[in-house]
């Protein structure tokens, strides 16, 4: 049984590398230790740049088209995360942890009743994730917003305001639950 498990885990190690050497073409720049594991799914990747030590668990979605997409190092993303840049631009620092079912938006969609919903622009904006960043299960991240350094998001959050450095925050819309010590 154990000769078993290590052949598995050699192949689905050998699977991840080679998702890896697959997808890093088709990113503008991408650091060492990329570690997609499928099915991360990438579009605009030339405006799309990944630091050192990426991980995903699957399921992902990086979406650069018309846009731009900005990633340090160290990031780790859980599962089904999307980070959609369309009409907008995202800065991801250093050593930050996204969890599951995460939306990363950085444009609104128009409200005129002058036009069907399907007809309505979209507003481009900015959002900045400082360093060392905890974004948790299920939370929103809106445009225009700046999470400080050493930030917590608690689950199912949407962020709609910047938060302070060490803020804990939380709700919807997120307002500020704590401090970290």
Known sequence: MRIFSFIFEFGMRLLRVGYAMLLR???????????PRYPLTIMGGKNITIGDHFSSMGGGYLYGNHGEIIIGHR?????????????????????????????????????????LMQQQPHAGGTIIIEDDV???????????VRLGKGS????????????????IVGGV?????????
Request: charged letters at 20%.
């Open 152 to 167: 917590v998001v608690a689950a199912g959050a949407v962020v709609t305001k910047d938060t302070e450095p060490y803020t």
């Open 75 to 115: 990031l780790s993303l859980n599962n089904n995360v999307q980070i959609n840049a369309s009409g907008g631009k995202i800065f991801i620092g250093d050593h930050v942890l996204i969890g599951p079912n995460v939306v990363l938006r950085a444009a609104d969609h128009g409200l005129s009743r002058e036009a």
């Open 25 to 35: 073409p088709s990113l503008a720049a991408c650091g060492k230790k990329f570690r």
């Open 173 to 181: 819309p997120a307002k500020r639950i704590s401090q970290r010590k």
């Open 134 to 144: 905890w974004i948790g299960a299920n939370a929103v991240i809106l445009r225009n």
